[in-house]
């Protein structure tokens, strides 16, 4: 058994440990209600665009606007993947990772663009092609900033360097749980159901030049929308993996506290026998 020194000072270094994690834990929880709800406001409004985009550029094959659209022989694939700078976050990069690694198999030439060091570091480390990583995103998260990199996705497809683009992201459902999402960025995919029809809409002044400005600011929204989500998701991953590690941390203080006490009633029951001991040999 331990003595009681070593025991003290690890009780000291767990109650340590308790105060760090459930700072953490306060701090997720602060940052995540501003990522909730900036990610339920958007979500709404990105997905009616998507709708509308999806059924416009449908009808608009060979046009202009249809260059986002059109279907090639798969030979190029970038998978743009989106984790965090940061760990402590339970399996919340570990899990896009595998997920981006498991869709990549499906195809000959893949590429990775990155969001996030975790990724950045995993895909470098272990040799994928690595075309760019953008870490320095989540430090100034604004529409403006990931539109630059939407924007150089887009120019890529178009002059042909790639003929699929594939978002990998964690979708925030709530602080518990993610969903983690691999959904076709580009070409934009046309409506498989037949009953999907935009005749409702009436289009001014025309819809081809509608959807000449229509698709690019969607992608943008839609890549937006996929960091957004992460980065709630990742608030709520590490305020869960905080409060975890918490109540663990609470869990062996108590047992080394009840392991201290023993030992130390062990000590003075000792003391005890030897007093005992020392006094009857005295008398004997």
């Known amino acids: 058994m331990a003595n009681l020194k070593d025991i003290r000072a690890r009780i000291t270094s767990v109650g340590s440990t308790m105060q760090i994690t459930s700072a953490m834990k306060m701090?997720?929880?602060?940052?995540?209600?501003?990522?909730?709800?900036?990610?339920t406001q958007m979500r709404p409004?990105?997905?009616?665009?998507?709708?509308?985009?999806?059924?416009?550029?449908?009808?608009?094959?060979?046009?202009?606007?249809?260059q986002f659209s059109d279907v090639r022989d798969i030979k190029n694939v970038l998978f743009v993947v989106v984790t965090s700078n940061r760990g402590l976050c339970g399996a919340f990069n570990s899990n896009i990772i595998k997920k981006a690694v498991a869709e990549s198999k499906n195809f000959e030439s893949v590429s990775f663009l990155t969001i996030g060091k975790k990724g950045s570091e995993f895909f470098a480390k272990n040799g994928y092609n690595v075309a760019s990583s953008h870490d320095q995103l989540f430090n100034d998260l604004t529409f403006e900033n990931t539109s630059l990199i939407a924007e150089s996705i887009m120019d890529q497809y178009v002059s042909g360097k790639y003929d699929k683009v594939v978002l990998v992201y964690n979708q925030f459902k709530n602080a518990a749980s993610q969903l983690i999402?691999?959904?076709s960025f580009l070409p934009v995919e046309t409506p498989s159901d037949e009953s999907v029809s935009i005749g409702d809409y009436i289009f001014e002044p025309s819809k081809e030049e509608i959807v000449i400005d229509l698709i690019p600011k969607s992608l943008k929204i839609q890549l937006f929308k996929a960091v957004l989500d992460s980065?709630?998701?990742e608030h709520g991953a590490r305020m869960t993996a905080m409060h975890k590690a918490t109540d663990n941390a609470g869990e062996l203080r108590k047992e080394l506290k009840l392991t201290y006490n023993k030992a130390r009633q062990a000590a003075i029951t000792n003391e005890i026998l030897e007093i005992v001991g020392g006094a009857e040999a005295l008398n004997g």
Do not use: C, F, P
């Open 27 to 39: 701090v997720s929880a602060a940052k995540l209600k501003r990522a909730q709800d900036a990610i």
């Open 45 to 66: 409004y990105a997905n009616k665009l998507r709708e509308l985009l999806v059924n416009l550029s449908s009808t608009l094959e060979g046009s202009e606007g249809g």
């Open 181 to 183: 999402m691999a959904e």
């Open 231 to 233: 980065y709630a998701s």
